[in-house]
């Protein structure tokens, strides 16, 4: 039943795709012979930001390919954008691999929602909760999953947009933006998002906050993707990339100025 | 009814394929008094007979709210409704307090039929003595259920369950079809009147009926006495201007109603071509 996947799954099922680890995460904290503690204390993989805006038809998600080791760009075609069902789309930063057991337990989910197959569906505001309840909860057993969720759907003409962080703070709003982008992408949005913007409108903002990323944030890589949902379906474009300009003005002698430069 | 040798447990089968002691379970829900439910494209009604054991005490209690969005009605065994009733309440909590949106009805029936199948099939449990008749709403609408003690379900447009519930469901299939495109006032008038079919000689009135309606943007509520009594006077006021009205025949969905029922219809006293809007006292 669904409701029992609520505060992180206790799931069986679940337990199996993780070997020797369910997704609960240790279940005690105490015991008379302590094992080290396997809490997470800071994530491997990484992944930068996340862009989403709410637009005429849906909602538009975007992100670069980057999964980050540190310091080293190592892997360059990391899908950081995910569908969930058919109405809504997931976008993540932070590490890969709870990412990818987000993305397994939401399948989950969705597959289970599907077999009752009486004309009820969940919608992305219900799995916006439920994201809420499993990050949350995991926050509470100090074992976070290291991500910042975006979700966007439309269901019945309502579009949604909202994010998750990983201490279970969730609020929905019409642009959104994780890690990076909070700084760089949303004063953009702030000054330039409307109502009600086509399509085209709403790629061209998109992908000039993508391009002020890849610009300033070290870990971002000329290598983008773009999801769609409306009330048709959804769509995730493959990997694109944009045009850059290095010699931008600003770029010539970039410290000139800054504190304890010369 | 002499059917001793196969019926002390119910994880023993009779050689005729049946279960017993879960047929003597539903015999249980026919005995308790009786609960009643129909439903429009928009809204849902739940009406009970209740009965109270002595004239001192106070009505049974058979109509509870489960959620905002749904409610039941009970036929017997109280107290196993009680427990059923309980459980719903905690698995609409739950799934609210997850997903933040209400739980499908149709979900949380197929879950209650789950947990009265699994007391057919353990030695030492028993089935549960009670029949629901839940009302909610989904995605896809108002609904009305049926949970029965074998741990079956079914939907319905209207029905009756409990004793003397024949009379209601007769009463009930005459006026089926008109049911989807009712309002509100008439859907709660039809399902007084299928409970005055199970009173038989009794008046009606607030003190041994209750009723209960849901509708979409309608959180489920039991009707108060005060309330209800005015829906009850207003059925007899109803009742004569429908006399009128039958012989003029200006109404639409009385001749809607001609169509459908046939020739016996016009004759019949009690609860005759109820259906066109009448003046209501509020």
């Known amino acids: 039943m669904a409701w029992a996947k609520e505060n992180g799954g206790n799931n069986k099922a679940a337990e199996l795709n993780y070997v020797d680890r369910s997704l609960d995460g240790p279940s005690h904290n105490f015991s008379l012979m302590p094992t080290p503690s396997k809490h997470t204390q800071y994530p491997y993989v990484t992944g930068s930001s996340v862009l989403g805006i709410k637009y005429k038809d849906g909602i538009l998600l975007a992100s670069d390919t980057a999964g980050c080791y540190g310091s080293t760009v190592r892997y360059k075609s990391v899908e950081r954008l995910k569908r969930i069902g058919d109405n809504t789309i997931l976008g993540a930063s932070g590490e890969i691999s709870d990412f990818q057991a987000i993305t397994n337990l939401l399948d989950e989910l969705i597959t289970e929602d599907w077999m009752w197959d009486d004309g009820n569906k969940l919608g992305p505001f219900e799995i916006h909760n439920y994201l809420n309840r499993v990050m949350y909860n995991r926050r509470n057993k100090f074992d976070p999953l290291w991500n910042s969720l975006v979700l966007g759907g439309i269901k019945k003409g309502k579009k949604y947009l909202g994010m998750v962080s990983m201490i279970g703070v969730h609020f929905q709003d019409n642009h959104v933006a994780t890690g990076f982008g909070n700084h760089l992408a949303r004063p953009i949005f702030r000054d ?21 990323l890849f610009y300033r944030d070290r870990s971002a890589i000329n290598k983008f993707q773009m999801a769609n949902v409306t009330e048709g379906g959804i769509t995730i474009t493959e990997p694109f990339a944009l045009k850059v300009n290095w010699e931008l003005e600003a770029f010539r002698n970039p410290t000139k100025g800054a504190e304890g430069s010369w | 009814m002499f059917r001793n040798q196969y019926d002390t447990d119910v994880t023993t089968w009779s050689p005729a394929g049946r279960l017993h002691q879960v047929e003597y379970a539903m015999e249980a829900v026919k005995q308790g008094s009786a609960a009643i439910g129909l439903r429009s494209k928009t809204h849902v009604v739940l009406a009970t007979v209740n009965k109270a054991s002595s004239e001192l005490s106070a009505h049974q209690k058979k109509l509870f709210k489960i959620d905002n969005h749904i409610g039941i009605a009970m036929a017997g065994l109280t107290a196993d409704g009680r427990v059923l009733s309980r459980y719903m309440r905690s698995e609409c909590i739950n799934h609210h307090f997850v997903f933040e949106s209400p739980l499908p ?64 469901k007769t009463y009930l299939e005459r006026k089926f079809e008109t049911f989807m495109e009712c309002t509100k006032e008439e859907l709660i008038r039809h399902a007084l009147f299928a409970v005055k079919e199970s009173l038989q000689e009794e008046e009606l009135s607030s003190g041994n009926c209750g009723v209960a309606v849901v509708g979409i943007d309608e959180p489920f509520v039991v009707l108060d006495p005060k309330t209800l009594q005015s829906y009850i006077e207003s059925l007899e006021t109803g009742k004569e201007e429908q006399q009128t009205m039958e012989e003029t025949g200006t109404d639409d969905r009385q001749s809607l109603q001609v169509q459908h029922e046939g020739t016996g219809s016009r004759g019949i006293s009690v609860g005759a071509g109820d259906d066109s809007p009448t003046d209501m006292e509020t």
């Open chain 1, 192 to 212: 330039e998002w409307k109502e009600d913007m086509t399509l085209e409108e709403g790629v061209k903002l998109l992908e000039k906050c993508l391009l002020v």
């Open chain 2, 105 to 168: 009805v149709g979900r949380l029936v197929v879950q209650v039929a789950d947990k009265a199948q699994v007391c057919t099939q353990r030695s030492w449990k028993r089935p549960y003595g009670v029949g629901l008749l839940v009302a909610g709403l989904d995605e896809t609408g108002p609904h009305l259920y049926q949970n029965c003690p074998s741990g079956n379900y079914s939907e319905y447009q209207a029905f009756a369950i409990g004793s003397r519930s024949q009379a209601a």
